[in-house]
């Protein structure tokens, strides 16, 4: 009985402490206002996701290209700050809240769980790049000592862009690729296209063509991987801010109008990635299916929310785990694609701006630090 004793004591302990969790929620009527954030908000984020591409796609309405870049690079911050500000910080709270027991405080299991994430992220990158490289990159062109090629795509199974519905050999495709910011690099980089319908083409430009469908291909793969991930990392997001609105108490109308501003931000900064993202032909309804899916989210969760209003206790033990567990997740997501995708890669190593002046880049660098800056202080209410 001594040795069972402390055990028993122990476990009594955790379960007094979950007891303390608040078993219900502060809902407290506002029926009319709270139906009517679903179908704001509905606006707002679909507005948000679905507008960049509308613009991308479309001959009718047009973004110009100072707005496109701005809405690109102020997507950019907001979604960095995303992660940590209105992810990150409220799953250390939600897995630290003393109702969970001391076990929960010894360890700061929200950055853990980020930092698994992250690397576990970065992993599944480094497979999928490797994997799309090796499924048809491997072109050798005899004594040439090019390494690089496709062992004929045919025979090892890996589609020719043609295949993908992209025509590399026009230039529209390779500046849609680039994005709405692409500009023409010069004759240089075109092929010579008498020589390409006669079928002469010289071996330094075979192996040029061949270096683009590479290059098409890899930057196509890589960025859907990018656009995937982030549509993943949000979407878990949106629906825990979306029940909260549901049931909360005092602080609706703050978080009503603070979250129209988070959707519509958050949108945004998804589909403008989403619009300089080149599918294949046979996968278009893919970029409207991810900002659509975008918009609906949130709106869903409120609408289920207000359903088990009565039921839903947002503070209580399971949920606050729930909460802290899949905000940590996400936020790990965020913070991978946000830092090394829409940061490193692009202002370091994407050729639009190698080949731009420093005054571009630096105003996309400030642009970024606005949509940062403006999304963290939304954090101070929401």
């Not at 591409?53 to 479309?58: G, M, Q, V």
């Not at 062992?151 to 709405?180: K, T």
Request: glycine share 10%; hydrophobic share 45%; aromatic share 10%.
């Amino acid at each position: 009985m001594d040795v069972i004793s402390p055990q028993s004591s122990g476990f009594s302990e955790i379960l007094r402490a979950r007891d303390s969790c608040t078993p219900g929620n502060d809902f407290n009527g506002m029926m009319g206002a709270r139906i009517s954030s679903i179908f704001v908000i509905l606006l707002g984020g679909s507005f948000g996701a679905l507008f960049p591409i509308i613009s991308s796609r479309s001959t009718w309405i047009r973004m110009p290209p100072y707005a496109y870049f701005a809405a690109k690079y102020f997507g950019s911050g907001v979604i960095i700050a995303t992660a940590l500000i209105h992810l990150l910080q409220p799953a250390n709270e939600a897995l630290s809240d003393p109702c969970l027991g001391d076990q929960w405080a010894e360890y700061p299991y929200a950055f853990g769980i980020c930092l698994f994430v992250m690397f576990l992220t970065f992993l599944l990158d480094i497979v999928s790049t490797r994997y799309f490289e090796q499924m048809g990159i491997v072109h050798d062109h005899g004594p040439s000592g090019l390494g690089i090629g496709h062992n004929h795509a045919h025979e090892m199974g890996q589609p020719h862009l043609h295949d993908l519905g992209i025509d590399v050999e026009s230039e529209a495709a390779v500046s849609a690729s680039f994005g709405p910011d692409h500009t023409d690099r010069g004759s240089g980089d075109t092929m010579d296209k008498t020589n390409l319908d006669q079928g002469q083409m010289p071996c330094s430009e075979g192996e040029d063509l061949d270096l683009l469908k590479h290059s098409e291909y890899k930057s196509m793969m890589s960025q859907i991987g990018s656009i995937l991930f982030l549509e993943f990392g949000i979407i878990f997001h949106s629906v825990f801010i979306g029940l909260t609105l549901a049931v909360s108490g005092e602080e609706f109308k703050t978080l009503y109008i603070v979250l129209v501003f988070h959707q519509t931000f958050e949108g945004l900064g998804l589909g403008t990635r989403i619009s300089t993202c080149q599918f294949p032909a046979d996968k278009a309804w893919v970029p409207w299916a991810l900002g659509v899916g975008f918009g609906l989210t949130t709106p869903i969760a409120i609408a289920i929310g207000l359903g088990v209003r009565q039921t839903y206790p947002p503070n209580s033990a399971i949920n606050l785990i729930t909460n802290g567990i899949f905000d940590s997740v996400s936020s790990g997501i965020l913070l991978y694609v946000g830092l090394v995708e829409l940061m490193a890669k692009e202002f370091l190593h994407s050729q639009d701006f190698q080949q731009a002046s420093l005054k571009k880049v630096l105003t996309a660098y400030a642009i970024m630090c606005l949509g940062a800056g403006l999304m963290a202080l939304l954090g101070r209410w929401a």
